[in-house]
């Protein structure tokens, strides 16, 4: 099994959207896949609850974590969720050394139950919650928006990675992935251009544009290709050439 974590400290840069549309491309792809939502928000739990196995993401941070064949029953056809819960506010009060390594040995246990691929969404704050995840993960995916706050905090994100791979140097920084992109916006022209001379090898070569048939698919529980709308066309183009990048950078393929 390989882990994915989907990560920026500001909010509602296209984390979620991204992780979402990433799970329902790789399940057609024949990878069992598994998510965990360790966003208090609960917005992939949100949009997957149709897909709930019967554990939390917080029991992930307990010793006595839930991995067992039977709570994941249906492996193939759709991703399976590990959902949020308010449980998961008690881990702001613990320590990363406290529940870093026992999220690591759930995670483990879980790759024994038959996922191939695990994504975890984390929320917009540098926590423990993402501390842990980006301790144990394999990749780390920076969806950024092409606005000012966004563009002021992406050092710090870069820095955060850069930090965390000290601790976990298997993490592979995939890069980041403009999202919400108008290329009607000159604004968003000029902050991608600045971006990819900044920072040339951590780019990377797609951009998912803003699209509301976006929003209307994780309103509605599907993958944006699922949308009946002329407009969800080029959407689902974007987001396809995403999950094709990321597939090919994880070396998923046999
Ligand atoms: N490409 C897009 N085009 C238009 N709207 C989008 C797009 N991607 C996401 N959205 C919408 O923007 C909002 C933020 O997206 P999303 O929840 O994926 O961001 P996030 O980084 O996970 O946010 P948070 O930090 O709060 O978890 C949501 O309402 C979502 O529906
Ligand atoms: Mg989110």
Redesign the pocket.
């Known amino acids: 099994m390989k882990t994915l974590v ?1 990560a ?1 400290q ?11 549309h990433l799970a329902f491309d790789f399940v057609e792809r024949g990878l069992r896949v598994v998510v965990i939502d360790i ?1 208090t ?1 609960a ?2 739990s949100y949009t997957l609850q149709n897909f709930k196995a019967d554990c939390l993401a917080s029991d992930l941070f307990s010793q006595n974590g839930p991995a067992s064949k039977s709570r994941f029953a249906s492996l193939s056809g759709n991703p399976v969720l590990i959902g949020s819960g308010a449980l998961l506010a008690d881990l702001e009060r613990k320590t990363l050394t406290e529940v870093a390594p026992i999220f690591k040995s759930n995670l483990e246990a879980l790759s024994d139950c038959g996922f191939d691929m695990c994504l975890i ?4 704050s540098l926590g423990v919650g993402l501390a842990a995840a980006l301790f144990a993960a394999d990749f780390v995916l920076s ?1 950024i928006e092409l606005e000012v706050y966004s563009i002021q905090g992406i050092k710090l994100m870069v820095t955060t990675i850069s930090n965390m791979r000290k601790a976990n140097p298997k993490l592979k920084f995939l890069g980041m992935v403009p ?3 108008d290329a009607r916006n000159p604004r968003h022209g000029q902050h991608l251009k600045v971006l990819h001379t900044a920072y040339k090898d951590l780019m990377i070569p797609t951009v ?8 209307d ?3 509605t529980g599907v993958p944006v290709w699922k949308i009946k709308k002329t407009a969800a066309r080029k ?1 689902t183009k ?2 396809r050439a995403l999950a094709s990048y990321v597939y090919q950078q994880m070396e998923m393929q046999s």
Do not use: H
Not at 208 to 215: E, F, H, T, Y
């Open positions: 989907t920026n500001k909010g509602g840069v296209g984390k979620t959207s991204t992780l979402v966003d928000q917005n992939a969404d984390t929320p917009p969806p999202s919400k992109v998912v544009g803003l699209r509301s048939s976006i929003a698919a994780l309103a959407a974007e987001v």
